[in-house]
């Protein structure tokens, strides 16, 4: 191991969804800011490289993009990256979404790996919002990631797709690495946030409750609510959600690449089907 693998880095999160408009973009951006509260150094990747919201939630009007550090991949290191990165009033620097879902093409797994590597060696904190599901690229970040944040709520539609995430995870090995986020737990529904946990096999989970007017105001206006109603009870969790995820944060060290999740995945298949 080089003196660069070995090297103490930062540690990544990343915030993944079976389900689009659950409120993963939203809990990104305000775990980042809240983050900050604790003087530690943030750093946020919209991993949604086609239909990313980050800059919009946090009313950024970015010069580059994760785009232009694929473009220029080559000519860039560890520290001339942080020139790339835009500066929110928090804190929290951002590497945005390509303005473009067509330049998504251009952010290969490569390029992931190489930009995830740089900001883990600068920033204490990296947070990585992603896509819906699990494409190729989002694999690729939930790879690298230290903990992986599940979101869901209490829709029967979104619970039947987050059960399936989940047993993908546990049949990759992953388990261990995740942890379920119940958004909007206390909203209206014939399913109880208290069931979440058995119907889905995760214990402990992280509650958010329902504000949906807060939620939506933030995203609407571009301030993350942790900032503007830093005393509402949604600002309160997510305030506590940071605290419980630093104080088990184990600094982690970079290690020989392993096989890739599909791989993995026609490994285990091959190994049923005896081949």
């Known amino acids: 191991m080089t003196n660069e693998q070995a090297k103490k880095r930062g540690e990544m ?40 919201d980050i800059s919009l939630a946090m009313d950024l009007q970015p010069t580059f ?10 000519r860039i290191d560890a520290h001339s990256v942080l020139s790339y990165l835009c500066g929110h009033n928090s804190g929290v620097k951002v590497l945005p979404a ?16 190489q930009v995830v590597r740089w900001l883990l060696n600068q920033f204490d904190y990296l947070i990585v919002d ?37 047993e993908t995870f546990q049949l990759l090995g992953l388990k ?9 737990a206390t909203m209206e529904s014939v399913i109880q946030a208290t069931d979440i946990p058995d119907i889905l096999g995760e214990q402990d989970p992280f509650y958010i409750p329902n504000d949906f007017q807060t939620a939506s105001q933030s995203l609407n206006i571009g301030i993350p609510f942790v900032v503007s109603q830093g005393k ?7 305030f506590k959600m940071a605290e419980g995820l630093t ?22 298949k091959r190994l049923k089907e005896g081949k």
């Open 130 to 166: 992603t896509s819906v599901g699990l494409d190729d690229k989002t694999l690729a970040i939930v790879e690298k990631a230290d903990q992986v944040l599940v979101v869901t709520n209490l829709e029967m539609a979104t619970l039947k797709n987050t059960k399936l995430l989940l």
């Open 247 to 268: 104080s088990r944060r184990e600094i982690a060290t970079f290690k020989a690449k392993q096989p890739s999740f599909l791989e993995k995945l026609f490994q285990k």
């Open 65 to 74: 993009t994760i785009k232009d550090v694929a473009e220029e991949l080559e």
């Open 176 to 184: 261990e690495k995740t942890k379920l986020v119940i958004n909007r």
């Open 98 to 113: 390509p303005v473009r879902p067509e330049f998504a093409d251009l952010v290969t797994n490569e390029v992931i790996e």
């Open 232 to 238: 509402s009870e949604i600002a309160k969790a997510v």
């Open 13 to 52: 999160i990343a915030i993944v969804s079976a389900k689009g408009g659950v409120g993963r973009t939203t809990l990104a951006v305000n775990l980042a800011v809240a983050l900050t509260k604790k003087t530690i150094t943030v750093s946020l990747l919209d991993g949604d490289f086609q239909f990313g």
